[in-house]
T-cell receptor
């Protein structure tokens, strides 16, 4: 059975800290891994990583895909209170569907 | 933001009543999805559509049906609502226009459904 596991389930940091969120997967015929940010509304797309694009960066956020370890990390540097959200990892495999992890709840304190 | 709307945005209904949620897109994307989101479970796929009149089941499809008679509209129906279907429901579309496919999905604003 395909599955995506995220860790930690939650964490609390202070503004300015750097955080690393983890995502591991067991998905048949892996195609892509996506990261989403969800505040008190719908998830918003951050990155998509594939075999041809294993590293992405946007401002203070960056992500790396490790196909050997079947995992990915999402790094956020110099965190701000606006980074507080649930971060979702999703993986696309043999079908045209995404399998989502349960998310990591990040709280950034002033 | 992708042109996706959902209606209603909030609904309270009684056990045993039928409920229909609507997802409307203006992006002309082929693929549309219905998810539910519950604490501790993340986003779970209910049904999805890969074209007009073409639909398939997701991992939590029991108690739900869908229809897609036009590219822009994807309807989710709870035939007889139960308290276990109290949840937040999200519609999503894939990121490629026309007949294309991309794993990038863009989400509507969600519908909060409470079944009493």
């Amino acid at each position: 059975e395909d599955k995506v596991v995220q860790s930690p389930l939650s964490l609390v940091v202070h503004e300015g800290d750097t955080v690393t969120l983890n995502c591991s997967y067991e998905v048949t015929n892996f195609r892509s891994l996506l990261w989403y940010k969800q505040e008190k509304k719908a998830p918003t797309f951050l990155f998509m990583l594939t075999s041809s694009g294993i590293e992405k960066k946007s401002g203070r956020l960056s992500s790396i895909l490790d196909k050997k370890e079947l995992s990915s990390i999402l790094n956020i540097t110099a965190t701000q209170t606006g980074d507080s959200a649930i971060y979702l990892c999703a993986v696309g495999g043999a079908t045209n569907k995404l399998i989502f992890g349960t998310g990591t709840l990040l709280a950034v304190q002033p | 933001d992708a042109g996706i709307t959902q209606s209603p945005r909030h609904k309270v209904t009684e056990t045993g009543t039928p409920v229909t949620l609507r997802c409307h897109q203006t992006e002309n994307h082929r693929y549309m999805y219905w998810y539910r989101q519950d604490p501790g479970h993340g986003l779970r796929l209910i049904h999805y559509s890969y074209g007009v009149k073409d639909t398939d089941k997701g991992e939590v499809s029991d108690g739900y049906s869908v229809s897609r008679s036009k590219t822009e509209d994807f309807l989710l129906t709870l035939e007889s609502a139960t308290s276990s279907q109290t949840s937040v429901y999200f519609c999503a579309i894939s990121g490629a226009g026309g007949l294309g496919f991309s794993y990038e999905q863009y989400f509507g604003p969600g519908t909060r459904l409470t079944v009493t």
